[in-house]
Nanobody, 124 residues
Framework: QVQLVESGGGLVQAGDSLRLSCAAS????????MGWFRQAPGKEREFVAA????????DYANSVKGRFTISRDNAKLTVYLQMNSLKPEDTATYYC?????????????????WGQGTQVTVSS
């Protein structure tokens, strides 16, 4: 069983930064790829970023590339999402998820455990 708990969300102004954290439990964290997704009201959940088990490979949605950085600390069982130059359109609930061993990184169907989410609101 894997439990994921996100934190770090909040209300910020456009241009500000936030760092989200996702604390995991379970022995398989350090061998699992991890991803961040977000869902805005009235919209479908969308891929934000993902990272391989050792941090050697990352992937980003085009909408956040160059502004967001995903990282992980396997010793702390934590994955991070550093978000810079935030825009109002980044407003959403952000979820971290554990990825299955195979499948497209951006496809939420290949993630089997999800956190409860943390709200990010960016005002203009």
């Amino acid at each position: 069983q894997v439990q994921l708990v996100e934190s770090g969300g909040g209300l910020v102004q456009a241009g500000d930064s936030l760092r989200l954290s996702c604390a995991a439990s379970g022995r398989t964290f350090s061998i699992s790829r991890m991803g961040w997704f977000r869902q805005a009201p009235g919209k479908e959940r969308e891929f934000v970023a993902a990272i391989s088990w050792n941090g050697g490979n990352t992937d980003y949605a085009n909408s956040v590339k160059g502004r967001f950085t995903i990282s992980r600390d396997n010793a702390k069982l934590t994955v991070y999402l550093q978000m810079n130059s935030l825009k109002p359109e980044d407003t959403a609930t952000y979820y971290c998820a554990r990825g299955k061993p195979s499948g497209p990184w951006s496809d939420d169907r290949v993630y089997d455990y999800w956190g409860q989410g943390t709200q990010v609101t960016v005002s203009s």
